[in-house]
T-cell receptor, first 111, second 113 residues
Framework: QKEVEQNSGPLSVPEGAIASLNCTYSDRGSQSFFWYRQYSGKSPELIMFIYSNGDKEDGRFTAQLNKASQYVSLLIRDSQPSDSATYLCAAPSGGSYIPTFGRGTSLIVHP | DAGVTQSPTHLIKTRGQHVTLRCSPISGHKSVSWYQQVLGQGPQFIFQYYEKEERGRGNFPDRFSARQFPNYSSELNVNALLLGDSALYLC????????????FGPGTRLTVT
């Protein structure tokens, strides 16, 4: 059973702080990793994806991948109350396009 | 341009009934995927269709079926509904089969009583 694990939270951070969201995966064959944001009552929205070890930055968001440790994270700098949402990590099984999603981490950014 | 559209928005059915959910992808997108999201969980993959052919199937019983039409719209059918089928059903479209350009529709909330 291929698994993607996330702490359900909630993770609470003050406005302006760095929010760190973590995800581990069991399938060593997974080559790409995706982060989605889902506001309450809405559908998921793709934020970032990463294929290579190391960091990938896009605005206030940084995705970090460590394949040896089977660990991927999402950092949100200068967190805003509008970032309050559930963040989902997803990884397709090695060699396929079928993604496995984690249960998501709830982030609360308080003023 | 219009995004992914799904119909209906909400649906209430009784156990044992069947349901058909519909999805229209973004113009130019040839791949449609279906997901089930139970409250408090991440989406669970059901099917992917690309160019009208099934390209992937998740771990769901045969009660679940889908198809894609020549205009790339898609239907998800669920027979013999169970209480546990109550969930948000999400459709996602993409130009190809990868996830990097996948966009989700607003979903259909199905309640089985």
């Amino acid at each position: 059973q291929k698994e993607v694990e996330q702490n359900s939270g909630p993770l609470s951070v003050p406005e302006g702080a760095i929010a760190s969201l973590n995800c581990t995966y069991s399938d060593r064959g997974s080559q790409s990793f995706f982060w989605y944001r889902q506001y309450s009552g809405k559908s998921p929205e793709l934020i970032m994806f990463i294929y290579s070890n190391g960091d990938k930055e896009d605005g206030r968001f940084t995705a970090q991948l460590n394949k040896a440790s089977q660990y991927v994270s999402l950092l949100i700098r200068d967190s805003q109350p509008s970032d309050s949402a559930t963040y989902l990590c997803a990884a397709p099984s090695g060699g396929s396009y079928i993604p496995t999603f984690g249960r998501g981490t709830s982030l609360i950014v308080h003023p | 341009d219009a995004g992914v559209t799904q119909s209906p928005t909400h649906l209430i059915k009784t156990r044992g009934q069947h349901v058909t959910l519909r999805c229209s992808p973004i113009s130019g997108h040839k791949s449609v995927s279906w997901y089930q999201q139970v409250l408090g969980q991440g989406p669970q993959f059901i099917f992917q269709y690309y160019e009208k052919e099934e390209r992937g199937r998740g771990n769901f019983p045969d009660r679940f079926s889908a198809r894609q039409f020549p205009n790339y719209s898609s239907e998800l059918n669920v027979n013999a509904l169970l209480l546990g089928d109550s969930a948000l059903y999400l459709c996602a479209s993409s130009p190809r089969t990868g996830l990097s350009e996948q966009y989700f529709g607003p979903g259909t909330r199905l309640t089985v009583t």
